[in-house]
Antibody
C-alpha cells in the first residue's frame, strides 16, 4: 500500500525555523515529483512547493519563496521542507503529496499524507 | 499565476440531487485541471484529473467536463458520503494553484 507519513510539526515562535519530513512507502519514490500543500485552520488548500523526481528543480509559492526549502533524499524515500523565518500566517496543517508523474511538468496529486500541524505563535 | 474561482462557495442539496460545481480560470488551463474531495479532518482525495478522467475507484456518479477557462464537476445522484468540500486545481503551470473550495451540505 502507498503511504506518506509526515512528521516534524509543532509549535514555533515567529522568526524561528522548523523542518518537516515525509517518509514514503509502497511506490518507487525516486520516480515521482513531490509537493507540500498546506491548509490553515478553516481555510482552503494552498500549494507550497514542488520538487522534481530527481531533485534537480524546485518551485515555490510566492508566499514562501526565499523562506522555505523543499528537498528530497531518494536513498531514504524521504521528502523534506525546511521552513525558516516563520510567520504566524504559516500556521497550518502541512500535507506531503505525491505527483502522478515526474513533476516535470506537474500532474494531479494522487496520494496525500495525513498531514502534520505547524503552529507559529509568540 | 493562474487564479481559480469556484462557484458556488456553498451548495445546499439533498440525497439524490444532481449538483454542478464550476471552476473558472484566469487563463486557459488546457484541461490540466483536477478535482479533489475533502471531508472534515481528513486529507483531500483525488476524484478527477485532466478535467474529465475519473481516478481509479471513484464512483461513476462523478463526472467532469469543460475546456479552456471553465470546467465543471457534476455529481449525479448525491449520496450521503458525498457531503464534503470540493476543490479544483490547475497544474498547467509549474506554480500549481487551487480554487477556494465548494462546500456541499445537506
Amino acid at each position: 500500500q502507498v503511504h506518506l507519513v509526515e512528521s516534524g510539526g509543532g509549535e514555533a515562535k515567529p522568526g524561528r525555523s522548523l523542518t518537516l519530513s515525509c517518509v514514503a512507502s509502497g511506490f518507487t519514490f525516486s520516480n515521482y515529483g513531490m509537493h507540500w500543500v498546506r491548509q490553515a485552520p478553516g481555510k482552503g488548500l494552498e500549494w507550497v512547493a514542488l520538487i522534481w523526481y530527481d531533485g534537480s528543480k524546485t518551485y515555490y509559492a510566492d508566499s514562501v519563496k526565499g523562506r522555505f526549502t523543499i528537498s528530497r533524499d531518494n536513498s531514504k524515500n524521504t521528502l523534506y521542507l525546511e521552513m525558516g523565518g516563520l510567520r504566524e500566517e504559516d500556521s497550518a496543517k502541512f500535507y506531503c503529496v505525491k505527483d502522478r508523474g515526474y513533476g516535470d511538468p506537474p500532474d494531479a496529486f494522487d496520494v496525500w499524507g495525513l498531514g502534520t500541524t505547524v503552529t507559529v505563535s509568540a | 499565476d493562474i487564479q481559480l474561482t469556484q462557484s458556488p462557495s456553498t451548495l445546499s442539496a439533498s440525497v439524490g440531487d444532481t449538483v454542478t460545481i464550476t471552476c473558472r480560470a484566469s487563463q486557459s488551463t488546457n484541461n490540466y485541471l483536477a478535482w479533489y474531495q475533502q471531508k472534515p479532518g481528513k486529507a483531500p482525495k483525488l476524484l478527477m484529473y485532466k478535467a474529465s478522467i475519473l481516478e481509479a475507484g471513484v464512483p461513476s456518479r462523478f463526472s467532469g467536463s469543460g475546456s479552456g477557462t471553465e470546467c465543471t464537476l457534476t455529481i449525479s445522484g448525491l449520496q450521503p458520503d458525498d457531503f464534503a468540500t470540493y476543490y479544483c486545481q490547475q497544474y498547467k503551470s509549474d506554480f500549481v494553484t487551487f480554487g477556494g473550495g465548494t462546500r456541499v451540505e445537506i
